[in-house]
């Protein structure tokens, strides 16, 4: 009985290893959504829009172009990425004097509470990446970015919109670099390797 199970169970291990590094792969690009590609099936192209920047939820929702609830996650999903730290002082030294404050009330709820600094958001960029699988399925998600002040921006908005496309920029870039060597590493491996490049 167990020379049956233990090369099942070892099989599932391998696939399981494979599909959560990449997962955690992915989600460091800041995407939102629910539904993913199957274990069997990696992604064979991705497509990025040109990100919106927002200052607030109403204005993503006024703007019509995304839906209330993307707009709102998509706000959540950037205000957890925004750096933190334990104290004021440690933060103002790394984005500048003046850049960094405590959450709001909302801010802290939205990102689980807690005791911490961060540098002041004033908003958040929205996108849509496009990815098609070798299934020939596609999938549509949504990614983000905070948009904060900084020593280099000193809070102007345009200046850390147009660093935080730079940051977007160089996310989707190394997100596609990912996707053309998963899917040169699966055709060198042959038809019967399954891989998986999915994640949230």
Not at 154 to 168: C, D, E, I, K, L
């Amino acid at each position: 009985m167990e020379k049956q199970t233990q090369p099942t169970h070892l099989l599932r291990r391998k696939r399981s290893a494979r599909l959560s590094l990449a997962m955690m792969g992915a989600s460091a690009f800041g995407l939102t959504a629910c539904t993913q590609p199957a274990e069997d099936e990696h992604l064979t192209d991705v497509r990025f829009d040109e990100p919106r920047s927002y200052q607030g939820v109403e204005e993503c929702v006024a703007a019509n172009v995304y839906t209330r609830s993307a707009c709102e996650d998509a706000y959540e999903a950037s205000l957890a990425s925004v750096p933190r730290f334990d104290t004021l002082e440690a933060c103002e030294a790394e984005h500048g004097e003046g850049a960094c404050a405590a959450p709001t009330d909302e801010q802290a709820q939205a990102a689980g509470g807690g005791s911490w600094f961060m540098p002041a958001m004033m908003g958040y960029m929205v996108g849509n990446m496009l990815a098609n699988t070798s299934r020939g399925r596609s999938f549509e998600r949504v990614y983000q970015e905070p948009v904060y002040r900084n020593r280099q921006n000193q809070g102007n908005w345009n200046a850390a919109a147009s660093q935080a496309t730079q940051r977007v920029n160089q996310r989707n870039e190394a997100l596609r670099s990912s996707v053309v060597q998963n899917r040169q590493a699966t055709t060198r491996r042959g038809l019967g390797t399954r891989s998986a490049s999915w994640g949230s």
